[in-house]
């Protein structure tokens, strides 16, 4: 088997990773407050990286440091956002694709804060987005805007700026030590919310517990091993429309694990989103190919 295609199959696990833990993370929930949930998830997540980049976070500097701390706290703010959609949503799959807005919500953040005009493929896909989040929203009776929606937005453009802020964080940290520390700091906010806010319960289910296991092991620390494993040996193009996949599966999986119902206009939005995701990464190949079949 070539890397390419080992890479290939290394990422499309990784989407499978990821949309699971989708269903980890709703079933821990269940028996653990949200907020303290992404706090010890992802703090633990960030240990179980520490031994990987300890070397590295020896040498890095002070302004160094900070810049990756403050990328942290916009991911903790996105991740917050996340855990809250989903603990008030009954359909884990229609987040899933709001959610996946967000690499489209990405230049549009990017041309204030940088000065970047948007590509003109983002223009093109626009449309096709906004439809497909109309559908979603159309309920038995027509237009209907739920909460968890609203949240999930939300989370997907604070997910946009992080991405934005990091792209840049990323040149001058290694990207396994900005990642360690980001998910350090995301899982401290995670804890100060839940101090805050929250109330723990009296005993936790040792099945809770499993699920949450689950999250830390496969869904975030083997993800983030596998997705890098997966990039390195594919091109960016390539990584980013297997990626694409993970709303897809979560899809799949909600459907298996809790029969979330797909009327046939969500079904319909998901796959104008799914379009617009994939006309977008993919939009300018796909016209200079039929340039050259015209000629």
Not at 202 to 221: H, K
């Amino acid at each position: 088997m070539t890397l390419d295609r080992r890479a290939d199959l290394i990422l499309i696990g990784t989407t499978i990773l990821a949309a699971a833990g989708w269903i980890f993370s709703k079933e821990a929930i269940q028996g653990l407050p949200p907020f303290g949930f992404i706090g010890a998830r992802f703090v633990l997540a960030s240990l179980c990286l520490l031994p990987f980049c300890y070397s590295g976070l020896k040498l890095v500097n002070r302004r160094e440091l900070i810049r990756a701390m403050g990328v942290g706290c916009l991911l903790g703010c996105s991740l917050l956002l996340w855990i809250y959609s989903i603990s008030v949503s009954d359909t884990l799959g229609e987040g899933a694709f709001i959610m996946s807005l967000s690499m489209l919500f990405v230049p549009l953040i990017a041309w204030p804060l940088f000065r970047q005009r948007p590509p003109q493929m983002f223009w093109w896909s626009l449309p096709a987005a906004v439809g497909g989040l109309m559908l979603l929203s159309l309920g038995g009776g027509g237009w209907q805007q739920s909460a968890s929606q609203l949240w999930f937005l939300c989370a997907a453009l604070a997910l946009a700026l992080h991405f934005n802020v990091n792209s840049r964080v990323v040149r001058h940290v290694p990207p396994l030590l900005l990642t360690c520390i980001q998910l350090f700091v995301a899982g401290v906010m995670g804890w100060i919310a839940s101090l805050s806010v929250e109330t723990w319960p009296e005993s936790i289910r040792l099945s809770t517990w499993g699920w949450f296991a689950m999250s830390v092991l496969l869904a975030t620390s083997l993800r983030y091993v596998m997705q890098t494993t997966g990039q390195t040996h594919s091109t960016a193009a390539n990584a980013a429309i297997i990626m694409v996949l993970e709303p897809v599966w979560t899809v799949v999986l909600s459907i298996i694990w809790y029969g979330e119902a797909m009327p046939m206009h969500k079904l319909l939005g998901c796959c104008l989103i799914l379009a617009a995701l994939l006309f977008y990464r993919r939009g300018p190949t796909l016209l200079s190919w039929l340039k050259a079949k015209t000629r």
